[in-house]
């Protein structure tokens, strides 16, 4: 096996004018330098735009750019030829603000995209002029959030294996998304889809961020690979891995609301640029759920929203848990609590009094009906078990004892639940019962850590009615199932598990069949569970799962079947911004207790109270795990985490200066799994994964401010922020919160 | 990069490789700081072409209290420094300094030595041995010596070590019984993590409630360690009140702003400062605020 090593980037914003290998490929150890040159297919790709190079050639636009890379023999040998590898650059001006990226005359990132703006979400409902004349009071706040990096437990690694006689290659990753990682690989080698075979390796982690990134490190190896015709080895260290992988967007958030004096809101009006940083990648996307759900979830009759993906020369951007949602939450929910200090009520009388429920109309036209809109549920529930009401009686600095004072806050959301009408939505799953009764369980999604292998499985298990311990989860593997999509936007349970459902009804009437001959009974008598299959309702006529999987292999059944689920129609008109965004939605609420150190700014987020209706949680115990590391995560987002990125140059590269969340910084955390079952998911269930992660920044910022009655509009709530009402970082230039 | 690793077997042996290879070798004693700032870049590596390991030098761990003085080899690590009955009945905001540093895994591995040695103005146990007097032993080629804590420092990472010269030995003396003492630490997080800023306290106090000695002694605000005497003169010979604790806490701000200059940090650092003082005066006092 050759180890391969980057070289990248020593610009953020230049023109390549000569990339000469040939040292580097005499040195000791070197198979090859691998090029731009050397991609037999696509140069660039991305989901939207193709414009991110595999390799850089023309320009670099960031500082994790890869230039050039060596393999070895081994990897000190890889890494002591990289700096041989001459590279002549010629600087080009730089641009890092995205305010400063819309502004004429700034540098342009890619050519064809003459203002820097990478694309353009509007939504437009009602006469917003007219909200506004109508309003009795109107609020314009700023809101701005954070680079922020997924911190996944292991740094992304491929290995790419040639197979010369057919052509192909077999890449074995930490990849999150396997069918995207095949498509980018076959692109950027130039051959069809099934010259690539990529198999999903077990994986710590990837909160959104094993995607683009992971398929460009894929298709580095492969080009490597057919080049050398051996197996080639790429690992990120840390530090390779924050400066190169993309982030949570940055937002700055303009919002305009108006109400009348009695709590009602009338209009509201948003404008927001996103930090893409220098390559297009999910930003298209991630804008367009910002943009449906900006508005948050309230009935507001006149609503004009502009969202921007900007380019710029920092660190790309792209799909991070949450997906353009934490940013405008932490906004909306920041807003919800000014206007109600404003209006003199509280903000969840205000929340409630605005709120949706059955039938109301979101932003862009979509009638919430279908499912039960828990809006008003979740709230309730969070406020009570956090002591929402008698806490928030307490005025800042009421019984004020020394410098510590406690504060509750609660934020609220609506999310919709798998990719709506981002795109194509439909996945497959394979279930193969053998003859001793055991199951083989393949599905189009991957495992990432989240629980899916255990929650499909259980879903297999049920509907053939075997055990639990008989179903084996295989690893995700391209070769073996139909292409199912991304394992994003929180779709496993809903989508794949409609698919491995439909897969192991599918057996299970084969099965059912011999088990009615075997027992002398009629099919619809059988029943079906924890490994017996028999007659219903009468004690002692049963047979074993495994004794009918093995007359069925005797008699010739086939015993294996593909599920497939495809998602009810949605529509969207990019004009206006109005159309059924998602089939269905989640809602969910999380409130905060804080304690603030007002002499030193520190925030310490004591307790956590988070209800999410999930439809129906197939496993309560995974349900809560994902509720407890949502918090977790999102505690890190609101008080801790921020990649400086300071002229391009990523200043927080490993975890003695990227500070997340440990567990003595996690607060006890109450979860509240609340059930409304929906009709479409399986059983009813529908979506946990990134709702968890999306809520407490603002509840944070809303606790702080009951604590202490200073507002701070910029994220993370730190220590100088809190104290000072900005940031202090050297880096921060222009950026500043507390600027009403 | 190739990188060596000798382990000398004495005190001896370690000088006189440090001192043969001068300028181009680090001296292991843990490895917490170090084995990270060598991670960070090639650039950062400045020469470093060798470590040399301490930490395997025999008897170089160890608290021993003679008469008055407790003697603590430099490869006593955190965690013993803080659970050490010893250390946590004589020289308490010790054993809370060494507590506070990174984590469990942290603690075990880095050394008091090794925490001095690198000098970093955000060190957890300096302060507090500056507060408590301490002074440092380093036996080098030319023989041994001993240096009063602050005068060890040279700078920001930085010491007035001479080439080949080790630190063997920190040695402070046991608080006497009128003495009270606190350290207190603000970091970004709960754990792990560096301090932002600190403060180590010790008073010694006369029958009369009024303050006999003081010593102040703030981290991570100070280009180099040291006391504040204006800090310790505004509490001396006076009953401790509001307004002495506040004036001798606006002392250490103001030495603070004197001495580095307006900084990027100093609108926060000035009034934290303060009031960290100010809570670690009460905090030795006894009477918590906050």
Redesign the interface.
């Known amino acids: 096996m050759l180890f391969a090593r980057m070289l990248r980037a020593r610009l953020p914003h230049a023109r390549i004018l000569r990339v000469d290998t040939r040292q580097a490929e005499r040195a000791p150890g070197v198979a090859a330098v691998v090029t731009h040159a050397d991609v037999p297919g696509a140069r660039a790709f991305g989901p939207v735009h193709q414009d991110m190079p595999v390799f850089a050639f023309a320009k670099t636009r960031y500082l994790g750019d890869g230039v050039a890379m060596v393999v070895a023999e081994t990897d000190l040998a890889a890494?002591r030829a990289l700096p041989l590898v001459l590279v002549e650059y010629e600087e080009l001006p730089a641009v890092f603000d995205p305010e400063e990226a819309v502004s004429k005359g700034a540098p342009i990132v890619h050519d064809g995209f003459p203002d820097n703006i990478a694309n353009h979400h509007a939504v437009r409902k009602g006469d917003v002029e007219a909200g506004f004349r109508a309003s009795d009071i109107v609020l314009v706040r700023e809101y701005r959030t954070q680079f922020v990096e997924h911190a996944y437990i292991e740094p992304e690694a491929a290995v790419a294996v040639p197979n010369p006689s057919e052509g192909s290659v077999t890449v074995y990753g930490s990849i999150q998304n396997p069918f995207t990682a095949r498509r980018v690989v076959a692109q950027v080698l130039g051959v069809s889809l099934n010259r690539v075979r990529v198999i999903q390796c077990a994986m710590g982690g990837s909160f959104g961020g094993k995607d683009d990134a992971m398929s460009c490190m894929c298709a580095r190896a492969a080009v490597a690979a057919m080049k050398t015709g051996r197996p080639v080895r790429i690992v990120n260290t840390r530090?390779e891995s924050i400066v190169e992988s993309y982030k949570r967007h940055p937002y700055v958030m303009r919002y305009k609301v108006g109400a009348t004096r009695d709590g009602k809101l009338q209009a509201m009006e948003i404008h927001i640029l996103a930090d893409a940083g220098a390559y297009a990648s999910m930003t298209p996307f991630v804008t367009w759920r910002s943009a449906v759900q900006a508005a948050g979830p309230y009935e507001i009759s006149n609503v004009k929203t502009d969202v921007y993906g900007v380019f710029t020369n920092n660190t790309y951007t792209g799909a991070m848990r949450g997906f353009g949602s934490p940013q405008i939450i932490f906004a909306h929910e920041s807003l919800m609590d000014e206007l109600a200090a404003e209006l003199g009520v509280d903000p969840l009388d205000l929340r409630t009094r605005n709120g949706f429920r059955e039938g109301s109309v979101t932003a862009s036209g979509q009638v919430l009906d279908g499912h039960r809109v828990s809006l008003a549920e979740v709230m309730e529930r969070a406020a009570d078990a956090i002591g929402y009401r008698e806490k928030r009686k307490a005025l800042p600095g009421d019984a004020k004892t020394?410098?510590?004072v406690r504060g509750v806050g609660l934020a609220a959301s609506y999310r919709g639940v798998s990719l709506g009408a981002e795109g194509v939505d439909a996945t497959g799953a394979i279930v193969s019962v053998q003859q001793d009764g055991s199951v083989y369980l393949y599905a189009g999604l991957a495992e990432n850590g989240q629980g899916l292998r255990t929650v499909f499985s259980q879903i297999a298990a049920e509907e053939l009615g075997c055990s639990l311990e008989d179903v084996v989860f295989m690893d995700t593997d391209t070769s073996l199932v139909p292409d199912g999509g991304p394992t994003v936007a929180s779709r496993s349970t809903t989508m794949g598990g409609n698919a491995v459902r439909d897969a192991a009804r599918k057996v299970r009437e084969t099965l059912v069949g011999v088990a009615a001959e075997m027992l002398g009974a009629p099919c619809e008598t059988i029943v079906s569970s924890g490994g017996e299959m028999s007659v219903a309702g009468e004690c002692g006529r049963s047979v074993g799962f495994g004794e009918v999987a093995r007359e069925a292999y005797g008699r010739g059944e086939l015993l294996a079947a593909f599920g497939w689920y495809r998602a009810p129609k949605v529509s969207w008109d990019e004009e206006t911004g109005q159309g059924k965004a998602y089939f269905t939605y989640v809602y969910g609420c999380q409130a905060a207790e804080v304690e603030v150190?007002t002499?030193?700014?520190?925030v310490?987020v004591l307790r956590v109270a988070a209800a999410h209706d999930v439809g129906r949680a197939i496993n309560p115990a995974t349900v809560e795990g994902q509720i407890y590391g949502g918090v977790a995560m999102g505690t890190g987002y609101g008080t801790?985490e921020e990649v400086e990125i300071v002229r391009g140059v990523t200043k927080t590269?490993?975890f003695?200066e990227y500070?997340i969340?440990?567990?003595?910084?996690v607060p006890e955390v109450v979860p509240i799994v609340v059930e409304n079952p929906d009709s479409y998911g399986p059983y009813g269930a529908k979506t946990i994964g990134e709702p968890t992660c999306e809520l407490l920044a603002p509840a944070i910022a809303n606790a702080v401010c009951h604590a202490t009655g200073k507002r701070v509009r910029e994220l993370p709530l730190?220590?100088?922020r809190v104290?000072?009402g900005r940031s202090?970082k050297?880096a921060r230039g222009r950026r500043g919160s507390e600027r009403a | 990069?190739n990188l060596g690793y000798a382990i000398p077997e004495s005190v001896i042996e370690a000088g006189r490789f440090l001192r043969e290879h001068h300028g181009e070798c680090a001296a292991l004693a843990g490895g917490t700081d170090l084995m990270?700032r060598l991670?960070?870049d090639a650039a950062e590596r400045k020469g470093v072409f060798w470590l040399v390991d301490l930490g395997r030098i025999p008897g170089l761990a160890y608290i021993r209290s003679e008469g008055d003085a407790i003697r603590i080899g430099a490869m006593t690590t955190h965690d013993a420094l803080a659970r050490t009955p010893v250390i946590r009945e004589n020289a308490p905001l010790l054993a809370e300094a060494c507590a506070s540093v990174g984590?469990p895994q942290i603690r075990s591995m880095g050394t008091i030595g090794g925490n001095v040695m690198n000098a970093s103005p955000a060190a957890d146990s300096i302060p507090a041995l500056v507060a408590l007097s301490a002074r440092a032993r380093l036996e080098g080629p030319e023989g041994a010596r001993e240096v009063d804590m602050p005068d060890l420092f040279a700078g920001p990472y930085r010491t007035r070590a001479k080439p080949g010269e080790v630190l063997t030995e920190v040695r402070v003396d046991a608080l006497t019984p009128d003495c009270r003492s606190a350290f207190v630490r603000?970091g970004?997080?709960?754990?792990?993590?560096?301090a932002?800023l600190s403060v180590a306290v010790v008073v010694r106090m006369d029958e009369a409630g009024r303050v006999k000695g003081a010593s102040i002694s703030p981290g991570a605000c100070l280009p180099m360690p040291s006391r504040v005497a204006a800090a310790e003169d505004a509490l001396v010979g006076r009953v401790p009140c509001e307004e002495t604790v506040g004036a001798a806490a606006r002392a250490v701000a103001e030495e603070m702003v004197r001495r580095t200059g307006v900084r990027?940090?100093t609108?926060?650092k000035r009034?934290?400062v303060e009031?960290?003082t100010r809570r670690a005066i009460w905090k030795a006092l006894g009477r918590h605020?906050?």
Request: aromatic content about 4%.
């Open positions: 890494e530090e020394g410098p510590i150190d002499e030193t700014g520190k310490r801790l590269r490993n003695d500070l969340a440990t567990s003595m910084d730190d220590l100088e104290l000072l202090l050297a | 990069m990270v991670r960070a984590s603000l970004r997080r709960e754990a792990l993590s560096i932002r990027w940090s609108d926060y009034p934290v009031a960290l605020e906050g």
